[in-house]
């Protein structure tokens, strides 16, 4: 089958991966919970991983935080720098993990909710939309690339706009891997990410990374033991101990660790992705929602939404699943973006790649879907 659903989960891992999280199931005990030299391995695999999300993402290793994934990272994120009555900015592209948690501090009375819309085709109206309810913000939370259609957003235009003691907290699961992020030069105070997407590791495991300048103060989401300062009721006050209560995913930090190894953007994944938007866009009974006006996609990562004529979005996508091709189909955990896009009613199937995808794949889906 040919694999173009990784806007969901990567495929294939690189093969280090599973091998790293094989090692340590037999050479790692519970990291900074004892001296032995199996807790020792451990700490020095979770301390590996730490350093090179730092260097990735240019801040200090203590300012990453393990999660069980980005969703984990955004909710400590969002509640954890909540002030009580502020005002939380959210995009109209936003992924329920962002806009589940924020609906839930404003039906508790613990935060307004403002939402602005985004114009896919114009970074200027929605920086304008964004500057007109962004001025009594505390706090920000914005997609750096929509997981419905793959647009990039100007962030270091938006955080030039925004206040400058509103906490700035960036969602990029789908920019993670394919683009460079280096956070102290977009200026935004937090970015959550996952392992299992564009940077190729396992499930099940994600950081929130901090930035280094920000003088932030972000509230446990979770409370426990920590390895430190035991005789305490509270959690420690330096990082990343106070947000990482609990005993860790370490095989699944073993993986990611090793998939980074590899890391680097891939050049090539753009060019098979413009090869896509151009071809698809010039089928007749093609619907596409968001994507690239013409052929030129430096604003983009590579996911497209579509739809068929005369297919429902998740029949079309189980007909394609028949011939050997993995799409996904439905709404993609973010109503809010089909509204925007105009696919709310219908939703749509989305076909998004990675580096392993070629030429070649993409030929033999558009002649599968032109055969439909």
């Not at 999280?21 to 900074?32: P, S, V, W």
């Not at 001025?135 to 929509?146: D, E």
């Not at 996508?317 to 050997?324: A, I, K, T, Y």
């Amino acid at each position: 089958m040919i694999y173009f659903d990784n806007a969901a989960t990567s495929l294939p891992k690189p093969e280090r991966v599973a091998r790293a999280m094989c090692r340590a199931l037999t050479d790692c005990g519970n990291a900074g919970r004892s001296g032995h030299k199996f807790a020792q391995k451990a700490a020095e695999t979770v301390f590996d991983c730490r350093k090179k999300l730092a260097r990735i993402f240019n801040t200090r290793e203590e300012c990453v935080i393990f999660t069980s994934s980005a969703t984990e990272a955004l909710n400590i994120a969002i509640k954890g720098t909540n002030r009580k009555k502020g005002v939380t900015v959210v995009s109209s592209l936003e992924h329920n993990a962002v806009m589940r948690p924020v609906n839930s501090l404003r039906k508790n009375g613990e935060t307004v909710m403002r939402q602005f819309l985004v114009d896919v085709y114009n970074d200027i109206v929605t920086c304008d939309n964004f500057s007109t309810v962004c001025r009594s913000a505390t706090n920000i939370v914005i997609t750096h690339a929509s997981n419905v259609c793959g647009r990039i957003l100007p962030i270091e235009t938006l955080k030039g706009l925004a206040p400058e003691d509103a906490v700035f907290i960036l969602d990029a699961s789908q920019t993670a891997g394919h683009i460079e992020i280096d956070i102290v030069n977009l200026g935004v105070d937090i970015i959550c990410i996952p392992a299992h997407k564009g940077l190729l590791g396992p499930m099940g495991i994600g950081a929130m990374i901090i930035n280094p300048f920000s003088d932030i103060i972000v509230d446990p989401l979770i409370e426990g033991g920590t390895g430190i300062n035991s005789k305490s009721l509270e959690m420690p006050e330096l990082l990343p101990e106070r947000l990482e209560a609990g005993t860790m995913n370490l095989y699944g930090i073993a993986g990611w660790s090793a998939a980074l190894d590899e890391y680097s953007i891939d050049l090539d994944e753009r060019a098979v992705f413009k090869y896509l938007v151009g071809k698809i866009k010039r089928e007749v009974d093609i619907i596409t929602y968001g994507a690239p006006a013409d052929e030129s996609v430096e604003n983009y990562v590579p996911v497209m939404l579509f739809n068929k004529k005369g297919y429902d979005c998740e029949a079309l996508c189980e007909r394609l699943s028949d011939m050997g091709f993995a799409l996904r189909g439905g709404y993609h955990c973010a109503p809010s973006a089909h509204y925007t896009l105009g696919s709310y009613e219908v939703g749509g199937a989305r076909i998004s790649l990675s580096k392993y995808n070629t030429v070649n794949e993409v030929d033999k889906f558009l002649s599968a879907l032109k055969s439909l």
